[in-house]
């Protein structure tokens, strides 16, 4: 017995692919939400991390910035701790400058040199005074420049000759200006402890 199929079987194998198309597009647009979805989950979720990071960064770094703000403040007050007790130290010292500086002058003034006006204006004092001969006023340069802890850069400003001054001695004189810096040693404590008896010496050359 044969059988013979009277239906359009090619328009129903059409309407099966057709469906299958279309079945399989909804599936993969469904699978394509899903996996957006998801995705955009991810995204939200690493988002909102991210931003708990950074308040909490923000947070730290407002924190630092106070600490940095005390630190600047507490080194802003070292500083002027430092400085006044610098400028007692130094009002400390300069205290007995004059002493020092008197005693200094009568050490290294040679004989036959004669001061008669000291100037201190800072830490730079002006000497006049009168010598015999050149050769004392080269000595007293090079003691002051040598020999003291407590006198530097000496300059000669000027020497001329003189008249010899009635009582002090026969001969020329020489008139002479120079120019003398303070400086503290590095052990002024030593300095410190010597007598100053010899400040009356100074005053009598100066007479």
Do not use: C
Not at 83 to 89: S, T
Not at 111 to 133: D, F, H, P, R
């Amino acid at each position: 017995m044969i059988l013979i199929n009277l239906l359009p079987h090619r328009e129903e194998k059409r309407k099966r692919r057709r469906t299958a198309y279309f079945a399989g597009l909804a599936i993969a647009a469904v699978a394509g939400v899903l996996a957006v979805g998801v995705w955009y989950v991810v995204l939200e979720s690493m988002k909102s991390s991210q931003e708990e990071r950074n308040a909490y960064l923000g947070s730290e770094i407002k924190k630092l910035e106070a600490q940095i703000k005390d630190i600047a403040n507490l080194r802003a007050e070292i500083d002027a701790l430092k400085a006044r007790q610098k400028a007692v130290e130094d009002l400390q010292a300069d205290r007995n400058v004059p002493v020092h500086l008197l005693n200094e002058l009568v050490k290294q003034t040679p004989e036959g040199v004669y001061l008669t006006t000291i100037k201190q204006a800072g830490q730079v004092v002006t000497v006049i005074g009168v010598a015999q001969t050149n050769e004392r006023v080269s000595e007293f340069l090079r003691n002051t420049l040598y020999n003291s802890p407590w006198l530097e850069k000496p300059e000669l400003i000027e020497i001329k000759a003189a008249a010899a001054a009635q009582g002090r001695t026969s001969g020329r004189l020489f008139d002479f200006s120079m120019r003398v810096s303070i400086k503290r040693p590095q052990a002024p404590a030593d300095a410190a402890s010597a007598p100053p008896a010899k400040t009356v010496a100074v005053s009598a050359k100066a007479s």
